[in-house]
């Protein structure tokens, strides 16, 4: 648990900065790329509750950790392919 906290706030905490110094998204626009963040963390539990009673907390952890590290890994190797690039989404918020 403290591992995924320590990840979540570093990922949390720092993506403002990312996106104004290196992005160059503005500050009044920053809401709107934090809000699929809160918009996850409130929608999470309601959806995935009932299937950690249906399957069990240790495999759902374990499921959920496993598609984050596949997601991530795509999206990795998508953006050493330069087939995933920041401005299209960047652009939505602006």
Same mark, same amino acid.
């Given at each position: 648990?403290?591992?995924?906290? /320590?990840? &979540? ?5 720092? &993506?403002?900065? $990312?996106?104004?110094?290196? &992005? +160059?998204? !503005?500050? !009044? ?7 699929? /963040? ?5 929608? +999470? !539990?309601?959806? #995935?509750?009932?299937?950690?009673? $249906? #399957?069990? @907390?240790?495999?759902? $952890?374990?499921?959920? &950790?496993? $598609? ?15 087939? #995933?690039? !920041? ?6 918020? @602006?």
């Amino acid at each position: 648990m403290a591992t995924q906290a /320590f990840c &979540y706030n570093a990922i949390f905490f720092t &993506y403002a900065l $990312i996106l104004t110094r290196f &992005y +160059g998204v !503005p500050a !009044p626009s920053l809401g709107w790329f934090i809000l699929p /963040f809160a918009v996850g963390n409130f929608m +999470g !539990p309601i959806l #995935l509750a009932h299937l950690f009673d $249906i #399957l069990g @907390r240790k495999v759902m $952890i374990a499921s959920t &950790y496993a $598609i984050s590290g596949v997601l991530m890994a795509a999206t990795g190797w998508l953006f050493a392919l330069a087939s #995933l690039v !920041p401005s299209p989404r960047l652009r939505c918020g @602006r």
